[in-house]
């Protein structure tokens, strides 16, 4: 376990520890999460901000690697730093030199073995899609619009097969190769907000590669009828990423949050 003792004088000056970030942004302009070798990430403006907000090499660790133009309200993030400003300060000094659409919520100190992909937790992820004829402008970065009229009953019935533990090979990209594709779905709900905003909030411990997206794909097939809601259980069945429906564009996506089971640890 790790120590969160804090020293005093000139050793707390150089004690090491672990800050937790909670990361909220807008992923229009970004490469996604992860560093890329061309293009701009979330990963590499934090790095970068931080190193020159604390003068030192800063290395974050992401709970979530979102995709490119994928949107976040709770990401979580760590480094370690040997900075003496308080752990709690350091967001409200972060935002100051972030760019508008990156904005760190909170920051505090964990454990020293605490890592935000290794830590048991419930991730929450959201698919919004605009269900009318004609779009509307404010909505278009974080929202996908969608013509065709969608059965919402029919959604949510398909979504609740989608519960429990099941091998979701069926529902994740053919680029990557991974050899246990067994997740368990907490909830999976269809709703619909406002009169034509319809949501889907998928919540689990784990995802594969692109699974919301194809999960919101699937269910957007299904309420137009080109999917029936009982063939759900036969495309878990058949592990093949041809037998679900396309990949939802990544705009519509938005992270909500991750819940440890242990707190801050």
């Not at 931080?50 to 990401?75: K, P």
């Not at 709703?191 to 999960?215: C, P, Q």
Request: proline letters at 5%.
């Amino acid at each position: 376990m790790g120590n969160l003792t804090v020293c005093s004088g000139k050793a707390w000056e150089k004690a090491l520890k672990r800050v937790k970030l909670v990361v909220a942004y807008e992923g229009t302009r970004y490469c996604g999460w992860q560093l890329q070798p061309n293009g701009i990430t979330i990963e590499a403006v934090l790095n970068q901000t931080l190193s020159e907000l604390l003068g030192e090499e800063i290395q974050v660790v992401g709970a979530s690697r979102t995709d490119a133009g994928v949107h976040s309200l709770g990401n979580v993030a760590v480094f370690d730093t040997e900075t003496r400003i308080p752990p709690e300060k350091i967001c409200y000094a972060l935002n100051q030199r972030l760019p508008e659409d990156i904005v760190v919520q909170s920051s505090c100190q964990v454990l020293d073995d605490f890592h935000p992909r290794r830590c048991y937790s419930e991730k929450t992820y959201e698919y919004r899609i605009l269900n009318r004829k004609i779009p509307i402008p404010t909505l278009r970065r974080d929202t996908y619009f969608y013509y065709r009229p969608l059965n919402l009953e029919r959604m949510q019935q398909a979504a609740s097969f989608l519960e429990g533990e099941h091998d979701f090979k069926s529902f994740c990209s053919v680029r990557i190769s991974v050899e246990d594709t067994v997740r368990t779905i907490l909830s999976c709900t269809v709703e619909k907000f406002f009169k034509d905003i319809i949501t889907i909030r998928v919540t689990g411990t784990g995802f594969l590669y692109n699974m919301v997206r194809i999960i919101a794909g699937t269910l957007i097939s299904v309420g137009v009828g080109e999917i029936l809601p009982e063939f759900m259980p036969v495309i878990l069945e058949k592990k093949d990423r041809g037998a679900a429906g396309p990949t939802a564009p990544a705009h519509g996506l938005t992270m909500i949050g991750i819940e440890y089971g242990g707190g801050n640890r």
